[in-house]
């Protein structure tokens, strides 16, 4: 099995900063692309940024500019670094994760969401 596990979500001003964390572990042949989600109350579930193994990154145009996404491949672990926040940054990030497991079978995985809330 394979887990996702996230931190560094939390309550901020608007312009402040936050770093969430998302750390695999478990049954783990390779680690390929991850990434980040949010949601917020009554929205479907959106892409803010994912990078590859390889370092190749994506991100949302409304994150573009304020939001760095970072992998350590070395501790399994994808990084999101969020500047100038703004209110409507307000949601339930999730990490996805595509996990190559031992016998070759490729699977999503997702980790539970960490609130992000920016207050005006």
């Known amino acids: 099995q394979v887990q996702l596990v996230e931190s560094g979500g939390g309550l901020v001003q608007a312009g402040g900063s936050l770093r969430l964390s998302c750390a695999a572990s478990?049954?783990?042949?390779?680690?390929?692309?991850m990434g980040w989600y949010r949601q917020a109350p009554g929205k479907q579930r959106e892409l803010v940024a994912d990078?590859?193994?390889?370092?190749?990154?994506n991100y949302a145009d409304t994150v573009k500019g304020r939001f760095t996404i970072s992998r350590d491949n070395a501790k399994n672990t994808v990084y999101l670094q969020m500047n100038m926040l703004k209110p409507e940054d307000t949601a339930v990030y999730y990490c996805?994760?595509?996990?190559?497991?031992?016998?070759?079978?490729?699977?999503?995985?997702w980790g539970q969401g960490t609130q992000v809330t920016v207050s005006s």
């Open positions: 996805k994760a595509s996990v190559t497991r031992a016998w070759g079978l490729t699977i999503i995985y």
């Open positions: 990078i590859t193994s390889g370092g190749s990154t």
């Open positions: 478990g049954s783990i042949f390779s680690l390929n692309t």
